[in-house]
Structures are given as structure tokens and as C-alpha cells.
């Protein structure tokens, strides 16, 4: 096992589950600091526990401005900077266009949009000379899928994000790329509120909807974004790295 993050401190929002919590495990087994937030604190200590005593694990919503400043406060305070920030922390609803409230346009714009935003802003003032950050954007940036109106627009903006950050961020020394995930194995089609036919009927119309026939591994997504986070990648800035088995390629 290589050690590319030995000695460096990685931040993931959203970290507690998932893509999230992946990530932070590749990065803590590749010799990184690693600090998760998230909103739920049952979620943090179970994954706190997983990533081992040297993983610090703070309670925020990153909707909140004043939550993400009060992390950046607790990271500075601890080890001072940020080499690596992975900007993960985001929701996924999917409801008709036609019922689309504006609570729940703002719910996700402020978890995927606003979040991200303040995120990187505050983060600023710790990104050490050559840092990385990755946001999590989203096929559904791309594509047309039903139901998705709230959420494709604000990962759309996710990526564009990516690339206006990265003009505002290089003169700092700090690079920013997105990348955007296909169908992974994660609990967020659970989350619909689907009955269990209808669960499985979704995934299944997923899977045939991907060359590989599958969902992604939440480790292939981790790997992805170590390898954006990484000097591997030093050349690349301002760049979507798409990881969906082809299906929006093919």
C-alpha cells in the first residue's frame, strides 16, 4: 500500500456514509489525518470508530454557514491546515417537477450548492500551497432524468463551480476538480421512500441503463477522488472526471 497522503491532512464533508465515508478510509489507509463532518451525530461516531482514533469527527450541517465556519474553526485548531478537501457532503430527492416546493428547492440547493460554496470559501485560509480539492458533482449534471429537476441543476452548478474555483484558487497554489459519479451502492435509492418492488425495480431499470451492468463500488469513487487529491494528478486542474461504467459515454 502506498502512503501518497502520509503526514497530510484530509478533509471530507458528508464523510460519515457512503461515498463519503469511503474516501475518508482510502485516505486514512494512505497514511492521511483524516477529519469527516457531518450532520448526524449517531452516523459520526459509528464511522469515527472505523476510521480509528486519529480521525477527528465534527458535527455539521453544510446548509449552515455558521456550522461550516465553527468545523473550519475545530480543523484549524487541530492540525492548521488542509491538504486535501473533499467537498462531498450533499443530498439527493427526486421528486415530479410539478411537485417541487421552494422548502424543497432550497433544502437542496442549500446542502448542494451553498454547501459546497461557503465550504471551499471558508476552507481558504487553511489550504496549504498545493492542495487539492475535489467536489462531487453528479451524472444527473448531464443528463435529462425524470424527477431529478432540483438536483441535476444544482450539481450542474457543482461543476461549473469546479471550474471557476479553480481560475480564483490557482494563483494559490491550490487545484480544484469535480468529479461526477454514476449509479453507486449507496443507500440514497433506499431514501426515496419507494416501496421494496418499486426499490428494486428502479435499480434494476439503473443497472441496465450501465454498460458494466452495475453500480459502482463506493471504493471506485474513493479512488477517483485520491487520485484528483493526489501529486498523480498535478497536471490536471478545472477538470470533470466522470466515473459511471460509460453511461453517459456509450
Known amino acids: 500500500?502506498?502512503?501518497?497522503?502520509k503526514n497530510r491532512v484530509a478533509v471530507?464533508?458528508?464523510?460519515?456514509?457512503?461515498?463519503?465515508?469511503?474516501t475518508a478510509k482510502a485516505f486514512a489507509r494512505e497514511g492521511a489525518r483524516v477529519v469527516i463532518t457531518g450532520r448526524s451525530?449517531?452516523?459520526?461516531?459509528?464511522?469515527?470508530?472505523?476510521?480509528?482514533?486519529?480521525?477527528?469527527?465534527?458535527?455539521?450541517?453544510?446548509?449552515?454557514l455558521p456550522e461550516i465556519a465553527a468545523a473550519m474553526n475545530t480543523i484549524k485548531e487541530r492540525f492548521g491546515r488542509i491538504d486535501a478537501l473533499f467537498v462531498n457532503a450533499g443530498i439527493g430527492k427526486f421528486v415530479p417537477f410539478e411537485e417541487v416546493t421552494e422548502e424543497f428547492y432550497d433544502e437542496t440547493m442549500n446542502a448542494n450548492l451553498k454547501g459546497a460554496f461557503f465550504t471551499v470559501q471558508k476552507a481558504v485560509p487553511l489550504l496549504s500551497d498545493g492542495a487539492a480539492v475535489v467536489l462531487n458533482g453528479s451524472i444527473n449534471a448531464h443528463m435529462g432524468m425524470p424527477n431529478s429537476s432540483v438536483y441535476g441543476a444544482s450539481k450542474a452548478a457543482v461543476v461549473n463551480l469546479a471550474k471557476t474555483l479553480s481560475a480564483d484558487l490557482l494563483p494559490r497554489g491550490v487545484r480544484v476538480n469535480v468529479i461526477s459519479p454514476g449509479p453507486v451502492e449507496t443507500a440514497i435509492i433506499d431514501r426515496m421512500g419507494l416501496s421494496e418492488e418499486q426499490t428494486h425495480q428502479t435499480k434494476e431499470w439503473i443497472r441496465q441503463q450501465?454498460?458494466?451492468?452495475?453500480?459502482?463500488h463506493p471504493d471506485e469513487i474513493a479512488a477517483a477522488v485520491l487520485y484528483l487529491s493526489s501529486a498523480d494528478s498535478r497536471f490536471i486542474v478545472g477538470t470533470e472526471l466522470v466515473v459511471d461504467g460509460g453511461m453517459i459515454q456509450l
Do not use: Y
Open 1 to 5: 500500500m502506498t502512503e501518497r497522503f
Open 12 to 22: 471530507v464533508t458528508g464523510g460519515n456514509s457512503g461515498i463519503g465515508l469511503a
Open 41 to 64: 451525530a449517531a452516523t459520526l461516531t459509528a464511522a469515527q470508530k472505523e476510521l480509528g482514533p486519529q480521525a477527528l469527527a465534527i458535527k455539521a450541517d453544510v446548509s449552515h
Open 210 to 216: 450501465v454498460p458494466l451492468k452495475r453500480f459502482a
